[in-house]
């Protein structure tokens, strides 16, 4: 699941590899519903955003993110 406030610049990137993982994009126009949908994922990958580093910790899974 792709959550952005980038999603054009999400898609283009992700566009190369969408014929080999399935990727649904978040887009329902309301930050509250796109958080809790994160929020029950089992792993997430993050940036360093707080929005990114809440639902990484809601998640309760493994957190990926760069240095």
Do not use: P
């Not at 999603?7 to 329902?28: C, G, P, T």
């Amino acid at each position: 699941m792709v959550a952005s406030d980038a999603m054009s610049w999400a898609k283009n990137i992700l566009k190369r590899i969408q014929n080999e993982v399935s990727i649904f994009y978040i887009e329902s126009g309301y930050r509250e519903i796109d958080f809790a949908t994160l929020s029950l994922c089992n792993h997430t990958i993050i940036s360093t955003g707080t929005y990114s580093w809440w639902a990484g910790y809601l998640s309760g899974g493994e957190v990926v993110y760069y240095k």
